[in-house]
């Protein structure tokens, strides 16, 4: 069977778009663990906390996604630091129920004390928790894209 070059275009932009999420994904899932890994802990104290909530797009039956945000403060060699990163590599943390967020802002109230990772070679970058990024939304991108690619093929353009 051979291939129309509007298919051939389709198929290598599919596989390019691909390849480029696999590294993305890769990127992003390496820097989140190499700051776990390289990581050392202080503690510090929660200036402020919130919650906002946005309709979800892709679980439009599921209805709504909380997003937590907390500011902290810590000291590190005499030098004090704010921060607002929750994981390595993101400000919130989205979750799904109301309780789930309530639970996270009733963990780290204002005023309280907590642990805080900072990075040694840098402390202004800093976490609260030790997560990594979730990568199976990222995954399932591409390989949908790759799913595409496979599919052209088959497909029936008008040319």
């Given amino acids: 069977?051979?291939?129309?070059?509007?298919?051939?275009?389709?198929?290598?932009?599919?596989?390019?778009?691909?390849?480029?999420?696999?590294?993305?994904?890769?990127?992003?899932?390496?820097?989140?663990?190499?700051?776990?890994?390289?990581?050392?802990?202080?503690?510090?104290?929660?200036?402020?906390?919130?919650?906002?909530?946005?309709?979800?797009?892709?679980?439009?039956?599921?209805?709504?996604?909380?997003d937590v945000q907390i500011t902290y403060n810590y000291t590190v060699g005499g030098?004090?630091?704010?921060?607002?990163?929750?994981?390595?590599?993101?400000?919130?943390?989205?979750?799904?129920?109301?309780?789930?967020?309530e639970r996270y802002l009733e963990e780290y109230k204002t005023g309280s004390v907590i642990e805080v990772y900072y990075m040694p070679g840098d402390p202004s970058v800093s976490f609260l928790t030790k997560k990594t990024p979730e990568i199976l939304e990222s995954v399932m991108i591409v390989f949908s894209f790759l799913i595409a690619a496979l599919v052209v093929p088959f497909i029936d353009l008008d040319e």
Wanted: cysteine-free; aromatic content about 10%; overall charge negative.
């Fill in 1 to 66: 069977m051979a291939l129309s070059r509007t298919k051939k275009g389709l198929i290598v932009v599919f596989v390019l778009i691909s390849l480029l999420g696999t590294y993305m994904t890769y990127d992003n899932y390496t820097t989140a663990q190499n700051r776990i890994d390289k990581s050392e802990a202080v503690k510090g104290n929660v200036v402020d906390n919130g919650m906002d909530w946005d309709f979800n797009e892709v679980r439009k039956s599921e209805g709504l996604d909380y």
């Fill in 79 to 101: 030098e004090a630091y704010t921060n607002d990163y929750i994981t390595p590599l993101s400000r919130d943390v989205t979750v799904e129920s109301s309780d789930d967020a």
